[in-house]
């Protein structure tokens, strides 16, 4: 019998609640509730979930997102989160997947199967000798879903945007710079966590892989990158770039090549369409695509935000949807 199924992606832009927030929560919620109602997401992959302490010496919980999920279709799902080294979920800007069908496994990758590159940086005042390890900012969150008799992998992750990592002594406030020459490397460092990430997202579709070449993956998130950028290389590993016909298998398709172009973009920056949301799939996942959809109607221009155009309580992110029919016959059946 085939299954129909449905997968999005939305960032939802540091989810949160308290006195300093705004908008505040209930006006987030009302604006937000329709389109995750809308989207019918049977996976639901989510960033920039913020967390909350009920009180001073409590631990970290979720608060904003279950109130925002509360009588949705979403408030019973299977639920995995990033988590931080002490067990709990990470103060700010969580990787979160909502799930339909039953989570057999999940983990979740930061310099785990690429340690830390070492660095010495040259503009810092004081200069610290000796290099330091450069660690991504978030980890990949990875997930493998029991659907029907199928095994579906779905990793989440949020790349850094490339704008310049912090050099010690070399900024007067948190966005002006003492020269041009530590902005510049700041921005190089910024580019090996990105692209590092990236590599190591990489890395942990090899594995599943590795152990079937047939598997059913799913790369979704925010890229903070086009289809043409070096993060988005990296992850899709086109044959061009490869140079071997024996890994098109491996290949990873970005999905919304199905939408028209003219509407193929999930972010407005100053006037700019950008497409920085996407779904990858497997080759053996997009032969089950049976449409794409960005939600992407009245989206605000990111840019207006330092104009004095209030923050929207969506979000400048577009919600990125795909729908797809598993067959029997797709993929290797989970045992």
Partial sequence: ?????????????????????????????????????????????????NAQKPDKHGHRILAALDKLLAGTR???????????????????HNLVILSRFPILEQQQFQNDL??????????AQPRAPGAHPVRWDRPVLAVTLEVDRHRLHVLNLHLRAPRAAPVPGQKTTASQWRSIGAWAEGYFLASIKRIGQAVETRLAVERFFDADARALILVAGDFNA????????????DLEDIGNPALSARQLIPLEG?????????????????????LL?????????????????????????????ARPATSFHAPVVAEFTLKPSTGNPAR
């Fill in 226 to 237: 086009g289809i043409k950028e070096m993060p988005l290389r990296i992850l899709v590993g």
């Fill in 114 to 123: 690429m340690p830390a590159p070492s660095y010495e940086p040259v503009t």
């Fill in 258 to 278: 199905a939408v028209a172009a003219e509407q193929r973009f999930s972010v407005r920056h100053k006037g700019e369409k950008l497409m920085l949301d996407h």
């Fill in 1 to 49: 019998m085939n299954l129909k199924l449905r997968i999005a992606t939305y960032n939802v832009e540091s989810l949160d609640e308290g006195p300093d927030v705004f908008p505040p929560l209930s006006e987030r919620i009302a604006a937000l509730r329709p389109y995750l109602e809308d989207l019918r997401a049977d996976v639901l992959c989510l960033q920039e979930v």
């Fill in 74 to 92: 979403y408030a019973e799902f299977h639920r995995a989160t990033t988590m931080s080294q002490d067990g709990e979920v990470l103060d700010i």
């Fill in 281 to 309: 799939a497997s080759r053996e996942l997009h032969r089950c695509v049976d449409g794409v959809e960005i939600y992407n109607r009245g989206l605000p221009d990111e840019a207006d935000e330092g104009t004095g155009h």
